[in-house]
């Protein structure tokens, strides 16, 4: 019965470094939302996954973000040549079935928090 | 694009005080739309939703209805509490479309 888990909880990098987030959705649920949060702001979309497939990824700002979820579980975003402004609360979520019904109802991690010196 | 507008914060209230907080969306279609909560040190918890127009959602004593009328789905709670005392967030479809988030202080 837990919820969804995210790790780390704090990740703190270099200018220009390679990172990886890692979620682990709650057992069962078919979809995965990635979000970020910049201080004092609502969280923005980045990427929805149904199953494996990543079903919407119009909100990865550029090419440096990526995201996969090659078991159905487990994601892991991968964010390449870091930089300043990518440091962010990064938060994942998980629903039963996604948006093939539109009663689902998302349930948040507790976020892995980046920080880019 | 689609959009949500929220009312900005932030908001102080006294206990038994009553709050609304404004959002307004724009959207093709008609979509579900969603209030979450943010407790101070806890993740993001969804609050209610409503699916459809005339849809009223409630939990905990807040309520919102799907306005499709005036596009809206404003949260309200006749009575507040210390407890309530929380960042609120409005938002719609499976991208949430957040808008920024309103936080709400309520003083005993």
């Known amino acids: 019965g837990a919820g969804v888990s995210q790790t780390p909880s704090n990740k703190v990098t270099e200018k220009g470094k390679y990172v990886e987030l890692r979620c682990d959705p709650i057992?069962?649920?078919?979809?995965l939302y990635w979000y970020r949060q910049s201080l004092g702001q609502g969280p923005e979309f980045l990427i929805y996954f149904q199953g494996t497939g990543a079903a919407d990824d119009s909100g990865l700002p550029n090419d440096r973000f990526f995201a996969v979820r090659p078991e159905g579980s487990v994601s892991t975003l991968k964010i390449q040549r870091t930089e300043r402004g990518d440091s962010a609360v990064y938060l994942c979520?998980?629903?039963?079935?996604?948006?093939?019904?539109?009663?689902?109802?998302?349930?948040f991690g507790p976020g892995t928090r980046l920080t880019v010196l | 694009g689609d959009s949500v507008t929220q009312m900005e914060g932030p908001v102080t209230l006294s206990e038994e005080a009553f709050l609304t907080i404004n959002c307004t969306y724009t959207?093709?279609?008609?979509?579900?739309l969603f209030w979450y909560v943010q407790y101070p040190g806890e993740g993001l918890q969804l609050l209610l939703k409503a699916t459809k127009a005339d849809d009223k959602g409630s939990n905990k004593g807040f309520e919102a209805t799907y306005r499709k009328e005036t596009t809206s789905f404003h949260l309200e709670k006749g009575s507040v509490q210390v407890s309530d005392s929380a960042v609120y967030f409005c938002?719609?479809?499976?991208?949430?479309?957040f808008g920024a988030g309103t936080t709400v202080t309520v003083r005993a």
């Open positions: 979520a998980s629903s039963p079935r996604g948006w093939t019904s539109d009663t689902d109802t998302q349930y």
């Open positions: 057992s069962g649920h078919t979809a």
């Open positions: 959207a093709t279609g008609y979509p579900s």
């Open positions: 938002g719609h479809d499976y991208k949430l479309s």
